[in-house]
């Protein structure tokens, strides 16, 4: 079975700072690792994905993650945040490609 | 990128009636639709795996008499809550595989934000 954790549900950020949001996941198998961002009232955008190759992956907006496969990882990392990245994050794992299982959510908020 | 529409966003409703959720594929083919139910602040919870032309696979807990999915192409999935109460009050998301693809990638909906009074 596989299960995703994000362990802080909300993290508040001063504006230009950087910001990490984790996220672990645990499977028996290998698995497609996603993070997906969500702003009010609306559906969710993909921002990047770990299909396979390089355990460093970089998405829109700025937004990077890091694969690690010994620690069950998938963090999502910005090295300086804006307003407009004020939102719900959520970390999602497939194992097929075709199951998909999201973790709780991070509510990430940027302070001016 | 591939986009997925839903019709309506807000829909408010009488309890007791039907209401009527549509998901389209705009710019590909999805042979699997997933729908979604999300409550306030919290991560969305999968009610059903629709493929085209069969009937839907419901996830447990949920009633499929009372949330209706059909996909009817492999461009439409329509998720119906029938006899809607306010405790089905909801965001709903319905989401796509680009069908012939394995990038592994889900595509969603703006989703459609349910009130039943």
């Known amino acids: 079975a596989q299960s995703v954790t994000q362990l802080d549900s909300q993290v508040p950020v001063f504006e230009e700072a950087p910001v990490e949001l984790r996220c672990n996941y645990s499977?028996?198998?290998?698995?497609?690792l996603f993070w997906y961002v969500q702003y009010p009232n609306q559906g969710l955008q993909l921002l990047l994905k770990?299909?396979?190759?390089?355990?460093l992956v970089k998405g829109i907006n700025g937004f990077e993650a890091e694969f690690n496969k010994s620690q069950t990882s998938f963090h999502l990392r910005k090295p300086s945040v804006h307003i407009s990245d004020t939102a719900e994050y959520f970390c999602a794992v497939s194992p097929t490609g075709n199951q998909f299982y999201f973790g709780t959510g991070t509510s990430l908020t940027v302070i001016p | 990128g591939a986009v997925v529409s839903q019709h309506p966003s807000r829909v408010i409703c009488k309890s007791g009636t039907s209401v009527k959720i549509e998901c389209r594929s705009l710019?590909?083919?999805?042979?699997?639709m997933f729908w979604y139910r999300q409550f306030p602040k919290q991560s969305l919870m999968l009610m059903a795996t629709?493929?085209?032309?069969?009937?839907?696979?419901?996830e447990q807990g949920v009633e499929k008499d009372k949330f209706l999915i059909n996909h009817a192409s492999l461009t439409l999935s329509t998720l119906t809550v029938t006899s809607a109460h306010p405790e089905d009050s909801s965001f709903y998301i319905c989401s796509a595989i680009l069908a012939g693809t394995n990038t592994g990638e889900l595509f969603f909906g703006e989703g459609s934000r349910l009130t039943v009074l």
């Open positions: 710019d590909f083919q999805a042979t699997t």
């Open positions: 770990y299909l396979s190759g390089s355990t």
């Open positions: 629709s493929n085209e032309g069969s009937k839907a696979t419901y």
């Open positions: 499977s028996s198998v290998s698995v497609y």
